[in-house]
């Protein structure tokens, strides 16, 4: 919740008005990603909340955040040298929290690639899987802002190292879990510290997806473009060339017509 953007102004308004909502999302923030790992395995969802440490932490943080005198928490977790070490201290746990829920359910299904992948990915990225459910609490509803649709870069990365990991588990990735989990934390590590630090918005995934998605699933955009481009030139020597011929025929007719009047006239 802290380090990852500004807060927003409406955020700070409903704190104020709708103080038990705002800690609602707040807890989301926190714990979301262990509430879809349970419901995906089949466990209590309420089962995270009985660590009352973390429940509590987590509520002191938010109360500073939003009730701090002068904002001073705030601004201090949004110095940009603070911030870094938050993001960078996420991604660690984000990797962990990866490699953690595949294990988990490895245990319940041996040989489930695909419910391992789903596990592991939204204990990496449950937050923001479940930003629309969280959007319903503050009154808001924006079916466009589907982290579905629009993967940010943790939501991707989180579903490669999904995959990865499940091929470490499962034996066809010949690496060890350690090796594999450093390997993956300091590229999470940097990219999201890079990323963050220069106020960027992209993904290191996108020259790559760039090349591989045309050839896998064909380029959409690029076809679409194509046929626009072949319907307007079929339109600009068709229709619109014959409607130009009477036009010009036209007027020459009527010029025609005026000289002949006017030597009439003469």
């Given at each position: 919740?802290?380090?990852?953007?500004?807060?927003?102004?409406?955020?700070?308004?409903?704190?104020?008005?709708?103080?038990?909502?705002?800690?609602?999302?707040?807890?989301?923030?926190?714990?979301?990603?262990?509430?879809?790992?349970?419901?995906?395995?089949?466990?209590?969802?309420?089962?995270?909340?009985?660590?009352?440490?973390?429940?509590?932490?987590?509520?002191?943080?938010?109360?500073?955040?939003f009730f701090c005198?002068?904002?001073?928490?705030?601004?201090?977790?949004?110095?940009?040298?603070?911030?870094?070490?938050?993001?960078?201290?996420?991604?660690?746990?984000?990797?962990?929290?990866?490699?953690?829920?595949?294990?988990?359910?490895?245990?319940?299904?041996?040989?489930?690639?695909?419910?391992?992948?789903?596990?592991?990915?939204?204990?990496?990225?449950?937050?923001?899987?479940?930003?629309?459910?969280?959007?319903?609490?503050?009154?808001?509803?924006?079916?466009?802002?589907?982290?579905?649709?629009?993967?940010?870069?943790?939501?991707?990365?989180?579903?490669?190292?999904?995959?990865?990991?499940?091929?470490?588990?499962?034996?066809?990735?010949?690496?060890?879990?350690?090796?594999?989990?450093?390997?993956?934390?300091?590229?999470?590590?940097?990219?999201?510290?890079?990323?963050?630090?220069?106020?960027?918005?992209?993904?290191?995934?996108?020259?790559?997806?760039?090349?591989?998605?045309?050839?896998?699933?064909?380029?959409?955009?690029?076809?679409?473009?194509?046929?626009?481009?072949?319907?307007?030139?079929?339109?600009?020597?068709?229709?619109?060339?014959?409607?130009?011929?009477?036009?010009?025929?036209?007027?020459e007719l009527s010029?025609?017509?005026?000289?002949?009047?006017?030597?009439?006239?003469?």
């Amino acid at each position: 919740m802290v380090g990852d953007a500004p807060c927003p102004s409406g955020a700070v308004e409903l704190s104020r008005r709708h103080p038990m909502a705002s800690w609602l999302c707040a807890m989301l923030h926190c714990f979301g990603s262990y509430i879809l790992a349970d419901l995906l395995l089949g466990e209590p969802l309420v089962d995270y909340f009985s660590n009352n440490s973390s429940i509590l932490l987590a509520s002191a943080v938010w109360y500073l955040i939003f009730f701090c005198p002068l904002d001073l928490f705030y601004k201090c977790v949004c110095f940009l040298p603070v911030k870094l070490i938050f993001v960078a201290m996420k991604e660690v746990v984000r990797v962990r929290k990866i490699a953690v829920g595949i294990h988990h359910a490895h245990h319940h299904y041996h040989h489930g690639w695909f419910v391992m992948i789903a596990t592991g990915w939204v204990k990496g990225s449950g937050v923001a899987l479940m930003s629309n459910f969280e959007q319903l609490l503050r009154g808001v509803w924006k079916p466009e802002t589907n982290e579905i649709l629009h993967m940010s870069f943790p939501t991707k990365a989180s579903l490669y190292g999904a995959i990865l990991f499940t091929l470490q588990q499962t034996r066809w990735l010949p690496v060890s879990k350690a090796s594999l989990i450093f390997i993956f934390t300091m590229f999470m590590v940097s990219c999201k510290v890079f990323l963050m630090a220069t106020h960027s918005h992209s993904s290191p995934f996108d020259v790559l997806e760039g090349y591989v998605c045309p050839v896998l699933f064909g380029s959409a955009w690029g076809s679409d473009h194509h046929h626009d481009n072949h319907g307007g030139s079929q339109g600009g020597s068709g229709p619109s060339s014959h409607s130009a011929l009477p036009t010009k025929s036209k007027e020459e007719l009527s010029e025609g017509s005026r000289k002949k009047k006017t030597k009439k006239a003469d």
